[in-house]
């Protein structure tokens, strides 16, 4: 069995002053049929009772309401009626526009209105009679006209829903965005924090447990001269950081970004680091160097080139690392090989995130990137880092540098 459900609270109000309205009417009289019905003046309150508890659903059950208050207003009419009771039968066909289903929200205003008709020219063919026309006025005021108001408020209410849910929505995408951009941010400072420092941090701890495991002052000196190097250039790299951070603003100027005319300077860099593990260091660059490179490309081949140098220096066996420059209208190709084994003395504890750094850097700019063993044809292995960067349209070589 359902329980009907609690009324609210304007409902109560609602029907309790509608029935203390129509009481005083009737105390003082003022009945609507008055001399038309054969009655006691008391069967007026009997509808009147039955539409004031109907008022107690009109938000709860509409549409149970609506066919109350009908029966109800016709049984009024056999009674020497109450001008209360036909104000809240208007009242909930208003409800039951503005609170009922949106079924029931399309019909009752279409049925007010044939009902209307069809009351009208009925009287007019039973009496044959204009007064007829003014009682079907009259009737389409108690019907047609509150069943279109509640139309109109609700149309009015749905409207200001949507704009609020579209609000909603709109601040909920905001978010997101925001997250985002604070998530992407987070990431590229991530990674070039990454590559502008781990070269440096790496090259100390190797030098460090080379001064500590070899009882050599000649390779002690050596490797405190190199760890001095990296922790001045490191430091630097930090400060320089830090400052673009802060300094950063809507005024400020673009930091200038490395390219690819720095990777002498990367590999000088690395032969001084990697002298004492056996590594040497070649570039191979068979690009038009006068070609103009998009911005976000070259940084990413740069940026590339330096982390896998730093993964070389602490993973790569005695041996030649060969880096490896190559384009063509469309792409611009980064190779770095590197021996693949053993190695001998010390090593540098590795995460992971250099991999991952590169691998967004490349996917960022819809590159392809592979990484990992190789065969030498010798039976040998190497391993090897290979980016395609592809290049805008717009710079497909028209320009110069």
Not at 24 to 32: H, K, N, R
Not at 94 to 118: E, I, N
Not at 169 to 184: G, I, K
Not at 223 to 251: F, P, T, Y
């Amino acid at each position: 069995m359902t329980a009907i459900p609690r009324p609210h609270r304007d409902d109560v109000l609602i029907a309790v002053a509608g029935f203390l309205g129509g009481l005083l009417l009737w105390s003082l009289g003022l009945d609507t049929h008055d001399g038309q019905s054969s009655g006691p003046r008391t069967l007026a309150l009997l509808p009147l009772a039955v539409m004031s508890g109907a008022e107690l659903l009109r938000r709860t059950m509409p549409n149970t309401a609506l066919t109350i208050g009908c029966l109800t207003i016709l049984a009024d009419e056999f009674t020497p009626g109450n001008i209360a009771t036909i104000a809240m039968f208007t009242d909930l066909v208003y409800a039951a526009v503005l609170y009922g289903t949106p079924a029931a929200a399309r019909r009752v205003p279409a049925v007010s209105m044939v009902a209307t008709a069809a009351v009208t020219v009925t009287l007019l063919v039973i009496f044959q009679d204009a007064e007829a026309v003014l009682f079907g006025l009259f009737f389409g005021v108690l019907t047609v006209a509150p069943a279109w108001t509640g139309v109109s408020v609700r149309t009015h209410r749905d409207a200001a829903e949507a704009a609020h849910l579209r609000a909603e929505q709109t601040a909920l995408l905001a978010e997101v965005d925001r997250t985002q951009a604070v998530t992407a941010e987070r990431a590229r400072m991530a990674r070039e924090l990454h590559d502008l420092v781990a070269g440096h941090l790496s090259a100390i701890a190797i030098h460090s447990t080379a001064a500590l495991s070899i009882d050599d002052p000649k390779t002690s000196r050596d490797a405190l001269g190199v760890i001095r190097e990296n922790s001045v250039e490191g430091l630097a790299e930090m400060r320089r950081l830090i400052g673009l951070l802060r300094e950063r603003g809507d005024d400020a100027e673009p930091a200038a970004a490395p390219t690819l005319a720095g990777v002498d300077a990367l590999l000088d860099q690395a032969r001084t680091n990697g002298a004492s593990s056996g590594l040497e260091f070649t570039l191979t660059d068979t690009r038009d160097t006068d070609l103009r490179l998009p911005a976000p490309v070259e940084l990413a081949a740069y940026r590339i080139i330096q982390e896998s140098l730093t993964n070389a220096l602490k993973h790569a066996s005695p041996g030649e690392v060969r880096v490896a420059l190559g384009r063509d209208k469309r792409l611009l190709t980064v190779r770095i090989t590197s021996p693949y084994g053993d190695r001998p003395g010390p090593r540098a504890p590795g995460s992971g995130a250099g991999l991952v750094g590169m691998r967004e850097r490349v996917a960022l700019l819809d590159g392809e990137f592979r990484s990992g063993p190789v065969s030498t044809g010798d039976g040998g292995k190497n391993w090897q880092v290979r980016a395609e960067l592809p290049l805008d349209e717009g710079d497909e070589g028209n320009g110069k540098a």
